[in-house]
């Protein structure tokens, strides 16, 4: 049954605060895609409990943010790769900001290495630990959760490089490749209440973007639709559907943010 006029309206009017009420948990927090991201979730209503390795960092955008939006931001330290850390982590966000309604795994590693052959086996493992172990551990824990507590939203930060591989990031696109597919097995373990998406990024001009050679990503972008990598704020109109009330019909998908990226020959 198609509802009223005004119900639209009234649905539609939801959008200016989205996550109004809502907690959200931020991974990687504390700097780049995640940064913006925590930033967009205040500034969207959301309490926001920003993780990382450094506490310190996280500390900082906290009192900032908290400022900025009035809203409750708290700052944790946890390393996303260790198994029991996380849900003392977790337990820890809860007692500071309720249960969490949002999950971002928005934390991520990818080491450079000379060749494949010279990958030895202590970064093959950090690279899983961090982009899949990690989160699998938080979607088990956060999505179990939010099931018995009658829902949320749980969104994966994964790559544009897990449909487009090569031999300079094999081990962080296989993770991330593992990563989309945990997005459709958690959604189906814990829909209908609980919806879980994922974002394809593409290249952007985080602290990591320092490291490329200009010349190269240029003559790379010639051949992308945007013509250039993406900056960290335009990250956050995709977060905020995938995890807002206008996309209660979106689960197990896969969102490529990535300036047509994926569709460049």
């Known amino acids: 049954m198609s509802r009223s006029l005004q119900q639209s309206v009234a649905a539609a009017r939801v959008v200016e605060q989205p996550l109004a009420g809502r907690t959200a948990l931020v991974t990687g927090g504390s700097r780049g895609l ?85 990958v030895d086996e202590a970064l093959f493992d950090k690279v899983f630990a961090v982009n899949v172990k990690g989160p699998f551990r938080l979607l088990a824990l956060v999505g179990a959760r939010m099931a018995a507590a009658g829902g949320g939203a749980m969104l994966n930060i994964s790559s544009m490089g897990s449909r487009r591989p090569t031999a300079g990031d094999l081990p962080y696109t296989a993770a991330k490749s593992a990563l989309n597919t945990l997005t459709a097995g958690f959604a189906q373990e814990y829909g209908p209440s609980v919806r879980v998406n994922t974002i394809l990024a593409g290249p952007f001009a985080t602290d990591i973007s320092k490291s490329w050679d200009p010349d190269v990503v240029a003559a790379m972008a010639r051949d992308w639709p945007a013509k250039r990598v993406g900056e960290p704020e335009e990250i956050v109109g995709a977060a905020l559907y995938l995890c807002g009330p206008q996309a209660s019909y979106t689960t197990g998908a896969l969102l490529a943010v990535d300036g047509g990226r994926l569709a460049a020959p």
């Open 34 to 118: 995640g940064r913006e991201i925590a930033i967009a979730f205040a500034a969207a209503g959301a309490d926001v409990a920003v993780v990382s390795r450094k506490k310190d960092a996280c500390a900082r955008l906290a009192e900032e943010l908290a400022a900025a939006t009035g809203r409750r931001v708290s700052a944790h330290a946890a390393h996303v790769g260790d198994w029991d850390g996380l849900g003392t982590m977790l337990d820890e966000v809860e007692r500071e900001l309720g249960p969490v309604d949002v999950l971002v795994n928005n934390a991520g590693i990818a080491p450079v290495y000379p060749s494949l052959d010279q």
